[in-house]
Structures are given as C-alpha cells and as structure tokens.
C-alpha cells in the first residue's frame, strides 16, 4: 500500500514493528532460556519459542506499506532498540551511554528511511 505518511498510519506501523520486536526476541528468549541458559529444563520455553517466532513471521503481512526490503531494513533499527529494552527489562542488562546513543542514532536512522517522501509515480 502505497500513500502519505498520516499519523494513524504511523502508529500503526510503529505499533507493529514494536509487536514483531517482541516477538522475535520472546521466541529467541524461550529458546535462549530452553537450550542456553537452563539445559535440559523447561523445554516449554522452546515450545512458547516456537510459537512467538510463527507470529512474529505474520506481523508483516500487516504491514500497510509495501516495499519489503524497506520495511525489513527498518524493522532492523527497532529490533536491536527492542534487543537494548528486553535485555534490560528482562535480564537485568546494564546499559550504558554507547547503548542509549547507539539505539538512538538507529532510530532515527531508520524512521528517516520510513518516512522520507518518495514519488510514486
């Protein structure tokens, strides 16, 4: 779907990416805590995995824009700002300054990409 940038469709394209963020990087989690983190325990963690990545691979039909490549390279810059979120959140990760700066500089890399006007015609 091609078209302006509105701030409904910007939400939503955000809200989605936030979604495949999560998870992608849940399922990588169950798998991580399943086979890494705690061997031969809670093979459920794999299993929610499993699951999560599934879903994760259907958001982007969602997607109300339609040049894949691009809405891949900038669903890169939300994965690794979700990755600093998660890690933090959850595993008690300590960020530092190059972490915040870092995500930062990706984010608004990638929503400039998002957002740049295009001609269509």
Do not use: Q
Not at 64 to 81: H, K, L, W
Not at 86 to 109: E, M, P, Q, R, S
């Amino acid at each position: 779907m091609s078209g302006e940038w509105t701030a409904r469709r910007v939400v939503i394209v955000v809200a989605l990416f936030v979604l495949a963020g999560f998870l992608e990087i849940g399922g990588c989690y169950g798998f991580w805590k399943s086979f890494r983190a705690e061997p031969n325990t809670h093979k459920a963690w794999a299993v929610l995995g499993a699951v999560s990545l599934c879903a994760y691979g259907s958001v982007f039909l969602l997607m109300p824009m339609d040049d894949f490549g691009r809405i891949m390279a900038v669903y890169g810059g939300f994965f690794i700002a979700l990755s600093y979120a998660w890690g933090a959140v959850v595993d008690g990760f300590k960020l530092d300054a190059g972490d915040y700066i870092g995500a930062t500089v990706v984010l608004v890399g990638v929503l400039i990409a998002m957002l740049w006007p295009r001609d269509r015609t």
